[in-house]
């Protein structure tokens, strides 16, 4: 799914190292959830993670590369959308991923980037682009089904946003749970809408 | 529409002095958006808000009371549902208000706050208060409608996630633009779905 997302040149080694980059970069999410881009702390980082500063210093000595691999370890996590073969089971499957993955704060640290035109263009060019993929795993998902006639042509991106916008507002409140009963019934007034007002042809 | 909101037991004087009240409230929610709320500076509330520090401390001793009512005033700015007795040209005039007020450092800062449960526990009450207040907005417009026959029953508080949500993640992720034609099909769809999917009386 990130396949597309341009990737700093570091090497993915397994075994031992691997674990201690995942701790890292695990720890920079949640503090860049905490503190900000700016704000937070090679030395924070280090403690959270359980290592010595300088193996936070010595594989990212720039503190925006720290960020930008972090934001898309989270990426890869995100599963796209499925394809059962059934349109609105995939698309309630999907509101649940989002739903899930809104609540680590993996979330809160890309929200943070995506508002960070002005304080780091790297992180938020990086955002963006992890934004961009996810809306095209949606869109893709639709036009199979609009190809199979499951649904009458529409604009993909309005649909996506329209199913995922309210598990943001739900989720982001936190005033109440996102539940599946919730996630059925938005997939359903929204297919059943689009359905309805498509011109006839 | 923020009359229900519990406010600080201040004066709430007109002239010079509400201007300058106005311009500190203003500058606070400025600084909240960049810094956060345990991170913004009386100093620089001073220096933006054009006005001595003193005047900041004098009015507000605790900065929670100063970042309560910053984000009090924006409850106030935001206009509730109008009722023009056309439901659908109602809704999108709302989601228009939202666009827009989305766009204003307050509403970074309410986002913020939101998400200060820990953090800040009195911010964090209002900020979920205000919420609250503006979902009301939503919900008496639309129960009004359903007491007119326009709508079958609905939760009304889902609804309102469903048409305002895709307008927070559209402005939020700043992608593109968020317009009139927009809010249309979003209201469209979403009314149009929810009739089409009510059980038969």
Known sequence: MAGTVDRPAVRRPGGRTARVRAQILAATAELVARDGIAGFRYEE???LAGVHKTSVYRNWPEREELVVEA????A???GSVGDTGELRRDLVDFLMVIAESLGRPTARALALATQAA???PAVHRVATRILEERTAGTRRRVEMAIDR???PPVD????GEMIAGPVHLIV????RAFTRADAERIVDVVLTGIRATAPHT
Do not use: P
């Not at 934001?71 to 989270?74: A, G, N, V």
């Open 45 to 47: 980082v280090a403690k």
């Open 71 to 74: 934001l898309l370890r989270y």
């Open 76 to 78: 890869d996590d995100l």
């Open 118 to 120: 002005h304080e780091s």
């Open 149 to 151: 006639g499951e649904l």
């Open 156 to 159: 993909c991106s309005l649909l």
């Open 172 to 175: 982001n409140r936190g005033i």
